[in-house]
């Protein structure tokens, strides 16, 4: 009689009376309790199932085969061959673990030593791509280049910009109306008052100066021009070298950047400084409030800031997609651009990190931040509305529709009136402050794709498609 689980004679044998199968009390009773069945038949089982088996204990008699010394050394002898032959086949898997262990740690050092010839092949790139010499640009400026993208502004830069921030937030509050500023009704009467013929064929930007007499726009040609408004003629012709994509003015003096990657500085007509190396267009420029700084943002994805007191570049950041515009906070201390892929990405001026990324539903068109300091108003490409953000909740709080493309959009000075441009018209957004409501005095169909403010929002200086300038103001 044996145990049905461990096959030798059972010492305290039991039967189940469902099957017939003998087992170990010990045995089963553990197999019951941890499966509820019969080892044998699978069948349900339980304890009160085992009928206990009374049988004389017996002695078992000593293996036959271990009852003499030749046996004894057989056993040994076969337990020694098993002790080799396990041996053998552990020392087999060592030399294989030591072998796929020596090829992962190869794989692992040739990883890395391709990861750092990347990185320097990727720094060295761009220390070429900073000092390339766009075709047709020029010499980059004072054979300077760029700094590694990240880098922080200088001591004396960060020190103007805390300086300007201070001021300017503490005043801007507070700052009222200037004396003879255009009203609503004023900006209501704006009409086309004169036209020029088509200057500057291709322009895409028109800028004018503080004075509001100044418009400074160029064409494809490779040729900018200072249009004086009150003469109504052309005062200064400015040769740039490569199609005109944005201007700028910089108290008396015109910056205009280039479809070859470079910023210039024009001073009463001639060139004074030559600024960028983008690789590729440059797509949008801006001044700091400090007057200290210009950025310049490129098609190549990436934006730097000058020190126009040395004219040398001093940061530049790459961004994960082409820029299409940028504009300086009011008070200097953060710089917005728009991105083809449709982000609004926000980064501290000082340090060049990236504070925000806020999404739109296409391409950025056009940014421009109002005076209050809290707003920026966006422009998408294709719409015809104008959405303004608010800073501080970094989400829309209004939509501005205006029934057809913009391409431009302006705040004036004292972030009452936004001028939007595009191919159908030109309008004003009103915002009254007082009732918190928003209205458009004007809405003219002046085909345009570039907008600015004139003296005291007197008037509007409208490019238009065809490289010319209509002039918008009451009668």
Known sequence: MLCAISGEAPQAPVASRKSGNVFERRLIEAHIAEHHTDPVTGEDLSVEDLIELKSPRVVTPRPPNLTSIPSLLSAFQNEWDAIVLETFTLKQHLAQTRQELSTALYQNDAATRVIARLTRERDEARQALSNVTISGGGPAANGDAMQVDGQGLPEELVAKVDETQQQLFATRRKRPIPDGWATGDDIAAFDVKSSTDPLYPGSSNVSVDESGDLALFGGTDGVAGIYSIQQAQ??????????????????????????????????????????????????????????????????????????????????????????????????????????????????????????????????????????????????????????????????????????????????????????????????????????????????????????????????????????????????
């Open 234 to 475: 052309v005062v200064h012709t400015l040769k740039c070298g490569s199609p005109v994509t944005a201007t700028a003015w910089w108290g008396s003096k015109a910056i205009v950047a280039t479809s070859a990657g470079t910023v210039k500085v024009f001073e009463d007509g001639d060139e004074v400084a030559q600024l960028g190396s983008h690789a590729g267009a440059v797509t949008s420029i801006s001044l700091h409030p400090s007057g200290a700084i210009l950025a310049s943002a490129g098609a190549d994805k990436r934006f730097a800031f000058y020190d126009l007191t040395t004219y040398k570049t001093v940061s530049q950041v790459y961004t994960e997609a082409e820029i299409t515009c940028c504009d300086f906070h009011v008070d200097g201390l953060l710089f917005i651009t728009g991105g083809l892929d449709g982000n609004i990405r926000i980064f501290d001026v000082k340090t060049g990190a990236s504070m925000a990324v806020l999404e739109t539903s296409g391409p950025v068109r056009a940014i421009s931040f109002s005076e209050n300091g809290t707003w920026f108003a966006v422009a998408e490409k294709g719409s015809s509305s104008v959405s303004v953000w608010d800073l501080r909740k970094q989400t829309p709080i209004k939509v501005l529709d205006v029934g057809s493309q913009v391409d431009s959009i302006q705040w004036d000075y004292t972030g009452q009136f936004l001028a939007t441009a595009g191919s159908g018209s030109v309008s004003v957004q009103q915002y009254t402050k007082a009732s918190k409501s928003w209205s458009e005095p004007v809405r003219k169909a002046v085909p345009a794709r570039d907008i600015a403010w004139g003296a005291r929002a007197t008037a509007l200086v409208a490019l238009t498609v065809d490289g010319g300038l209509d002039i918008l103001g009451a009668a």
